[in-house]
DNA sequence: TTGAAAGCGCTAACAG
DNA sequence: CTGTTAGCGCTTTCAA
């Protein structure tokens, strides 16, 4: 900034000035400055910035996975509005690990970033503690993909999970069904899923009908949902089943055409995600739909809001994310 | 930081040198200051520290879309290796667009990041001018999911879209087709999809097979797919199609499956990534095997070898990323 | 409209 | 093993 400012005649001072608000800065200086700094290619330190205003044009989100498209989808969101408003994002992957959550929130509140976006709202102690400290400093703390029926104590862009699990069983009691199973993600920190899944059999069982739970083998999701039906073709068979995600569903529906077994017929199944392939797939997937961009996108939006000096109060809420089933023919 | 050493009685030096390489502090005053750091809830300002040391832990990666499983895949793999190196991710999606990678690449470069993760090897040349000039100053610069033949002037970590193009015609040719066409990526700047239908088509013709391209639409990539075939059904439908990636593949095999088509019989298809899906579905798709974990994962531990001091000679090349055909029943 | 001075929170280099 | 000094590159605040 040194070099810029020597070559255009100015203080570093002027530089600075012009990069943050031009409209202060005389038109004479300004053709001036620019041309200094498109000869000397000058990029600013962001970290000497940020150091100085004591603010940083960082947002840092802390995902399960960003190898699922779920949250793929929603981090590409996340990068699609933030493009363009000035903040970078700093992501972390925490493999669906509440210890790991806790190191990476550490680390990132280094940054001092803007705003911090989590996922769910299962976080340690520690986590929790950090948490609040930020956000009692005016730090914009987003728990996304959950949401709790009473008024919680962070911001929450999600939905109910609980409800979404009545929603399925609600769905599959409808069409008729009374003999149930959940399949839940075999990965054990998936609390959602399992969250889902409880209230499922819950209403299930309230509503009269038989109801289980059975646990897909860890790994790769699609071949974890054709094992699982396998498995439960060796024994006694549900007559619909629910799954904790469509990748389940997907591999489970691929297992039965392989078989020969007739979905939904001899076997009913729901999926959770309403990913592309669960339209196209035979005829089509019965699944929830999530709106997983859209909790992506309405974050994004809200954090901006929150960021450009919106009063809490007078920051709209984000839109209702409310899960819905999509009714095609495997159920 | 100052609080932190006025509880555990020693100056910040002690502090930071506690936190750097706790090994070089007293085991006496190092317990005072565990103490002194849990009481307080100390987090290190990273801004700070990577103004006054001059290099910062982050890493910067440059993805055309975070939303795609190819590339999520890739970054999960970034996360995972960089989880415990200390280094962070700050990522950013260009939704393949190269005047928007530019601006990212400015914007992240303020952040004098330990090192860049680039995709692909076209740029606009801006974007090469600070590339270049990072590299001069020490950064590594990686460009991933492509490879030249010839030395490139960065660290390349992917294969040679040619050779895999060349790939894909070979092995329709050698199952016996001669008919054939490259479904081609509705999105202009997805050179490598683009590069991949060109060598596939001069191999192809070459060879005496017919070859011609055919664009897809844009928009969700296996309605894409579907739409294709259901348009080259109206017309003449080539015997054997090669496609820039596995879900155009899958949604021209689901609609394949729809209408009653054969395949391979009437039609082959040949994928290209090698999707999990492409091996749960029906039979099994024949498809280009990528490695797209492993393009993360070997980017991530040799930037880390780079930045531990490796020399260039010492360090080990990537390992062979050459993409190969997963033969299954679709061709 | 521009500049001067002070300092953000930490670490490098050296001294003790 | 621990402390002192200086300064990273920028922005804030105030003065001209």
């Known amino acids: 900034m040194v070099d810029v400012a020597a070559i255009a005649g100015v203080t570093t001072m002027t530089i600075s000035r012009y990069l943050r608000e031009p409209e202060r800065v005389s038109p004479l200086t300004s053709a001036k400055i620019k041309e200094a700094l498109d000869s000397t290619g000058y990029t600013p330190n962001k970290q000497a910035g940020g150091l100085a205003s004591g603010k940083s044009p960082v947002i840092a989100a802390v995902i399960p996975n960003v190898g699922n498209t779920l ?14 408003s000035g903040y970078e994002l700093l992501l972390s992957a925490t493999n669906y690990d509440l210890e790991r959550e806790e190191e990476q929130v550490r680390a990132m509140l280094g940054w001092l970033p803007a705003a911090l976006i989590i996922t769910g709202r299962r976080h340690t102690d520690a986590t929790l503690q950090m948490m609040r400290n930020a956000r009692d ?6 728990e996304i993909w959950d949401k709790t029926t009473r008024p919680s104590e962070f911001i929450q862009v999600g939905f109910n999970h609980q409800e979404a699990g009545v929603l399925m069983a609600k769905h599959l009691i ?19 899923a399992h969250e889902r899944g409880l209230s499922f059999v819950r209403h299930a069982k309230a509503a009269g009908c038989t109801a289980t739970t059975i646990i897909a083998p860890r790994g790769e999701p699609m071949a974890a949902g054709r094992a ?8 006694s068979l549900p007559r619909a089943l629910a799954f904790a995600n469509d990748h ?9 055409q392989s078989v020969g077994l007739a979905v939904p017929d001899t076997v009913a199944m729901l999926g959770f995600g309403d990913i592309a392939l669960a339209t196209e797939l035979g005829s089509g997937i019965s699944s929830v739909a999530t709106q997983r961009h859209q909790i992506g996108f309405a974050t994004a939006t809200r954090i901006l809001q929150e960021l450009s000096g919106a009063a809490a109060s007078t ?16 159920t």
């Open 71 to 84: 949250f793929a989808e929603t981090v590409q969101a996340l990068c699609d509005v933030f493009h363009g």
């Open 228 to 235: 699982t039906l396998r498995t439960l073709c060796g024994g």
């Open 174 to 192: 409808e069409r008729g069904y009374t003999d149930l199973a959940y399949v839940d993600s075999g990965v054990p920190d998936d609390f959602r």
């Open 315 to 330: 920051a709209s809420l984000p839109p209702e994310l409310r899960p819905e089933v999509i009714h095609r023919s495997s």
């Open 248 to 256: 389940l569903a997907v591999g489970a529906y691929l297992h039965a």
């Open 137 to 142: 400093r005016g730090m914009p703390i987003v």
